[in-house]
């Protein structure tokens, strides 16, 4: 096996007014965990190849797409946080980037600034601007942040005095009157990135958007559809790669491949190809997103010689279970798919929120797994609390259930691997 790097661009990030130093350092260091994490898989599909790629190319040939985005007039946008409707940004020609906030690295340069006593993604994603060690950070023209967790809605204060940051209001509850102001909100980010881009958005560019956002899912469904074959095509780190790249992707080419790697996947599935033994534990994972490089649970999963099935999370299911018309014939009508669209979305900042409890005993039932495990952040009070109820619906069903709450620090690795590994005893008896 080659030796694998993430490559360098020193003169354009030098450019882009990063610490140069500093992020050169931790280039060679997330190259290192890639390599150990992914490149040593065995029997992995060709068409991971092209994912490969854009870890290779993480910090280099998608930051040159961005910038001549920006020559072109185009805005880039970045979010956290997937009720921002992605299909307006593209309607005005712009792009929309899915910040990072999965990574140790950064956490240090927030804490300086903010409390230590956060979620560690606020941490991770507001230190990677703090500390000038994130290219998309640097390249974006405005943040559109959200008002889903009282950590974030107060760290987009702080963090617009480094990058603009406007907030969406994202209520708590799914009442009529909840409907009302999110269609005002969505219009209202409308209007902001149109007067950005100087383009007036047409009921053409919404359909056209429409379509290719729905092309996105659509993929990423039929991936999902796929490795819950038993045994599986394809192993839960490489699902969680493509989810995490789908985030930052341009998002025509990123369906188009992930489509070819199903092509594939399908002909595993006919050839009998899988990539553990067919009696290996099948394991879902449910709760808060893993934001890039965040592969902390899938590694320790599959090193005990598990596999996972499903992520019901915004980093998985929740990022593409929902479709919308693509037909609406005029801008009131397709806001109001737009806005419907994202209500469906069941994070936990929701009261009450008894979709997502439906929604995981669904995808568990759908994805054959054999146990549940229930992911968390520390001090995430909502996945945190939700996780109760979770927990209840699982002993009501009989599924075997487990829940962590980490964070990103390696600190709880050997502690964290003992557990899995009891969890997945208690699965084989
Ligand atoms: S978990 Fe909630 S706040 Fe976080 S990205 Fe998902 S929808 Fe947004
Ligand atoms: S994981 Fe929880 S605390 Fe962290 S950003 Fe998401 S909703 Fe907020």
Redesign the pocket.
Same mark, same amino acid.
């Given at each position: 096996m080659t030796h694998f790097e993430i490559k360098a661009y020193p003169e354009m990030w030098k450019d882009l007014d990063m610490d140069v130093e500093r992020f050169d350092k931790m280039r060679l260091m997330l190259g290192e965990i890639f390599e150990k994490t992914y490149l040593s898989q065995k029997n992995r599909p060709a068409g991971m190849a092209y994912f490969d790629n854009m870890i290779a190319e993480l910090h280099g040939s998608r930051i040159k797409e961005l910038l001549a985005a920006k020559e072109e007039g185009r805005p880039v946008i970045g979010t956290?946080?997937v009720y921002i409707p992605e299909e307006i940004v593209l309607a005005a020609g712009g792009v929309c980037v899915g910040l990072c906030?999965g990574s140790q690295g950064s956490v240090p340069d927030a804490e300086k600034i903010l409390p230590r006593n956060?979620?560690?993604? $606020?941490k991770s994603?507001f230190g990677f601007k703090a500390g000038r060690i994130c290219p998309y950070f640097q390249v974006l023209d405005f943040v559109y942040g959200e008002t889903?967790?009282?950590?974030?809605k107060k760290t987009w204060e702080i963090l617009d005095e480094m990058v603009p940051t406007h907030v969406m209001e994202i209520p708590q509850m799914k009442n009529q009157t909840d409907q009302e102001m999110w269609l005002a909100e969505v219009k209202a980010f409308k209007t902001k990135v149109e007067s950005f881009s100087g383009k007036e958005v047409t009921i053409e560019d919404m359909r056209r958007a429409t379509r290719t956002m729905n092309n996105k899912r659509k993929a990423l469904q039929r991936l999902n559809t796929l490795r819950h074959t038993n045994p599986t095509p394809i192993s839960g780190k490489d699902v969680l790669l493509i989810e995490q790249i789908a985030f930052y992707d341009e998002p025509i080419r990123f369906a188009r491949e992930v489509n070819e790697l199903c092509d594939e996947l399908e002909k595993r599935i006919a050839d009998n190809v899988a990539i553990p033994s067919k009696n290996a534990a099948r394991i879902m994972v449910a709760g $808060?997103?893993m934001a890039l490089p965040n592969w902390k649970l899938h590694n320790l999963v599959e090193g005990a010689g598990a596999v996972i099935v499903n992520e019901e999370s915004?980093i998985g299911t929740r990022y593409y279970k929902d479709l919308m018309d693509e037909n609406a014939e005029d801008m009131e009508t397709i806001l109001q798919n737009l806005t419907s669209r994202y209500m469906q979305i069941d994070?936990?900042?929701f009261t009450p929120n008894n979709e997502r409890i439906d929604q995981v005993l669904r995808e568990y039932k759908e994805s054959g797994a054999q146990g549940i495990i229930h992911y968390?952040?520390q001090?995430?009070?909502?996945?945190?609390i939700e996780e109760i109820r979770i927990r209840q619906a699982c002993e009501r069903e009989g599924i075997p259930y487990m829940f962590i709450e980490s964070d990103y620090s390696p600190e709880d690795v050997g502690q964290l691997q003992t557990r899995v590994e009891a969890f997945l005893e208690q699965i084989g008896e």
């Open positions: 956290f946080c906030g956060i979620c560690p993604m $606020v994603a889903t967790c009282d950590a974030k $808060v997103p915004c994070c936990s900042c968390s952040l001090f995430c009070h909502t996945y945190n």
